[in-house]
């Protein structure tokens, strides 16, 4: 059974940092291209950056409202993925998903975890 | 970087109606189109890729159609557990990828 668990998430100031990961199992997580997503307070979907696997190159793209600040890795032989958020802004308080990329089917977001919360604020 | 629009924002339907939501891309995205389920407090999950093909699991209720800017999810006999947001994502041009802002689908 495919798990993603996400945690990390907590209350920071404008201006810190904060790293979040995500656990991954039930799969093989080298290959996977995962993603991170957030939604934030009320509000919809943004897609915040991907990281392809290692059999495509591993390449990392990244959104425009969080490029040079936030930085997607991932430690394969931990399964695992990070989301290290740095310079947060007030506007970067959301839900913060981790998700496989067309991981069981053609394509789609088909595995997601629970979600873990982060709160800038003052 | 292409822009969806759906529509309507909200949407109210009778439990055994059919429910049909609407999702506009600002170009041309061939049928890279998927359509997400939302209930509160839970995350998405996926239900329409390719702008037709269901995902595994995925009840026959749920049908997708539309290529290029235009397409629809329609909800052929709604049951209880149908409402929530639905999101459409397109994957034709990206990065970014892009979601719609959402049609809640409440019961009337």
């Known amino acids: 059974e495919v798990q993603l668990l996400e945690s990390g998430g907590g209350l920071v100031k404008p201006g810190g940092s904060l790293r979040l990961s995500c656990a991954a199992s039930?799969?093989?997580?080298?290959?996977?291209?995962m993603n991170w997503v957030r939604q934030a307070p009320g509000k919809g979907l943004e897609w915040v950056g991907r990281?392809?696997?290692?059999?495509?190159?591993?390449?990392?793209d990244y959104a425009a409202p969080v490029k040079d600040r936030f930085t997607i890795s991932r430690d394969d032989s931990k399964n695992t993925l990070f989301l290290q958020m740095n310079s947060l802004k007030i506007e970067d308080t959301a839900v913060y998903y981790c998700?496989?990329?067309?991981?069981?089917?053609?394509?789609?977001?088909?595995?997601w975890g629970q979600g873990t919360v982060v709160t800038v604020s003052s | 970087e292409i822009v969806m629009t759906q529509s309507p924002a909200t949407l109210s339907v009778s439990p055994g109606d059919r429910a049909t939501l609407s999702c506009r891309a600002s170009?041309?995205?061939?049928?890279?189109l998927a359509w997400y389920q939302q209930k509160p407090g839970q995350a998405p999950r996926l239900l329409i890729y390719?702008?037709?093909t269901r995902a595994t699991g995925i009840p026959a209720r749920f049908s997708g159609s539309g290529s290029g800017t235009d397409f629809t999810l329609t909800i052929s006999s709604l049951q209880s557990e149908d409402f929530a947001v639905y999101y459409c994502?397109?994957?034709?041009?990206?990065?970014?990828?892009?979601f719609g802002q959402g049609t809640k689908l409440e019961i009337k």
């Open positions: 170009q041309s995205i061939s049928n890279k």
């Open positions: 390719g702008a037709s």
């Open positions: 039930g799969f093989t997580f080298s290959n996977a291209w």
């Open positions: 998700t496989t990329e067309g991981y069981s089917e053609i394509w789609g977001y088909d595995f």
């Open positions: 990281f392809k696997g290692k059999a495509d190159g591993g390449a990392i």
């Open positions: 994502q397109q994957y034709n041009n990206w990065p970014p990828c892009s």
